[in-house]
C-alpha cells in the first residue's frame, strides 16, 4: 500500500509505502472506532441513568411546571369568585332600583288616576318586532349588559322622577287655586259690594261675604298657603289671614277661636278656625275676603268657582 504526500510546493510529493503488519493495524483500528465511540456513549448514558441525574431533573422540572400551574389556577379561581360577588351585588342594586322604581310606577298610576291594566308595573312590558334574517349575534359580556341596564335605569328613574315632579306642583297648583266655601254650614248673609251698614244706618262699602251660621262651627280654608296673621284686627276681631301664592290671599274674621299660627302651613280645607262674633259683627259669622294682587274681589266669583 503506498501513501503520496503533496508538499506546499506545486509539483513536489513523497510516496511512503507501507508494509503487511501496518496496513492491517490501520484497518483494524478504523473498524473498531465506531464500535469505541457507541460503547462510551451507551456506557455513559447508562451511568447518568444509574446516578438518577437524568430522572431528578426532569422530575424538578415537572414539579417546578405543576407547581406554576397550580398558582396560576388558584388565582383564576380567586379572580372568579371576586368578579362573582362583585355581579351579585350589582344585580342586588339594580334589583332594589327597580323595585323603587316598580313602587314610583304605581304611585303615578294612583295619583293620575290612570288604568291599573294599562300601566302594570309588576309584569314586564309587551315588546316585539321583525327580525333580520341572516344576522349573526354575539353575546355581550355580562359587564357591558349590566353597564346598559343600569344607564337605561337611570335614565326611567330621571324620567319618572321629572314625571313626578310636574305632577306634584299640578296637584300644589290645584290645592293653591283659590275655590270653595269658607264653611262647612252656614248660609251667605250679606254679598259683596254696596250696602246698608248695619251700625249706622247708612250705605257702606261691604269688601267681602259673610256666612251666617252656628256659633262654634268650623271655619276652613278654601286653598292651600301660609297664615300671614292669626290675632285680633281693629274691625275684624279675631281674624286669619292666608298667603295662597300667585298674587291671591283670603281673610276670614269675626272668629271665635283661631286654630292656627303665624307661618302655619295649611292644605286646602283645614280647620283655622271657629265661627263667632268677635270685632265689629251683629251676630256668629265668617266675613269673607279674597285678594288679588292686593286689591278685593267679589268672593262670590270664587266661591262658585269649579275646583280643579
Known amino acids: 500500500m503506498n501513501i503520496i504526500i503533496v508538499g506546499r510546493r506545486h509539483g513536489e510529493s513523497k510516496t511512503l509505502t507501507l508494509s503487511t503488519s501496518a496496513k492491517a493495524i490501520m484497518l483494524g483500528f478504523l473498524f473498531a472506532m465506531p464500535f469505541a465511540m ?9 451511568h447518568l441513568a444509574d446516578e438518577g441525574i437524568l430522572d431528578l431533573n426532569t422530575a424538578k422540572a ?3 411546571d405543576l407547581d406554576h400551574q397550580r398558582q396560576q389556577l388558584q388565582q383564576i379561581r380567586q379572580q372568579t369568585d371576586q368578579e362573582l360577588d362583585a355581579l351579585t351585588l350589582r344585580l342586588a342594586e339594580l334589583q332594589a332600583r327597580l323595585v323603587r322604581l316598580d313602587a314610583l310606577g304605581e304611585r303615578l298610576v294612583d295619583v293620575a288616576d290612570l ?3 294599562e300601566f ?9 318586532g321583525p327580525g333580520q334574517l341572516g344576522a349573526s349575534y354575539q353575546a355581550p359580556e355580562i359587564n357591558e349588559v349590566l353597564d346598559r341596564l343600569a344607564e337605561s335605569i337611570d335614565s326611567r328613574e330621571q324620567q319618572l322622577q321629572v314625571l313626578d315632579d310636574l305632577m306634584a ?3 300644589l297648583s290645584k290645592d293653591t287655586f283659590v275655590a270653595g266655601r269658607p264653611i262647612t254650614r252656614g ?5 259683596y259690594g254696596k250696602r246698608t251698614d248695619p251700625f249706622t244706618g247708612r250705605p257702606a262699602w261691604h269688601a267681602g261675604v259673610d256666612f251666617a ?3 262654634g262651627s268650623d271655619i276652613v280654608a278654601v286653598a292651600a298657603g301660609v297664615v300671614t296673621w292669626s290675632g285680633d284686627r281693629y274691625g275684624y276681631g279675631n281674624l286669619v289671614e292666608i298667603n295662597h301664592g300667585n298674587g291671591y290671599k283670603t281673610r276670614y274674621a269675626h272668629c271665635k277661636e283661631l286654630k292656627v299660627n303665624v307661618g302655619d302651613v295649611v292644605r286646602k280645607g283645614d280647620v283655622v278656625a271657629l265661627m263667632g262674633s268677635t270685632g265689629r259683627s251683629t251676630g256668629p259669622h265668617v266675613h269673607f275676603e279674597v285678594y288679588k294682587n292686593g286689591r278685593t274681589v267679589d268672593p262670590a266669583a270664587y266661591i262658585h268657582r269649579r275646583p280643579r
Do not use: C, I, N, T
Not at 457507541?38 to 447508562?46: P, S, T, V
Not at 302594570?120 to 316585539?128: I, K, Q, W
Not at 248660609?187 to 254679598?191: C, F, G, L, N
Open 169 to 171: 306642583a299640578d296637584k
Open 115 to 117: 288604568h291599573s291594566e
Open 38 to 46: 457507541g460503547a462510551g456513549g451507551y456506557w455513559l448514558a447508562q
Open 120 to 128: 302594570d308595573f309588576g309584569m314586564a312590558p309587551a315588546v316585539g
Open 187 to 191: 248660609w251667605m248673609s250679606s254679598r
Open 62 to 64: 415537572w414539579e417546578r
Open 213 to 215: 251660621g252656628k256659633d
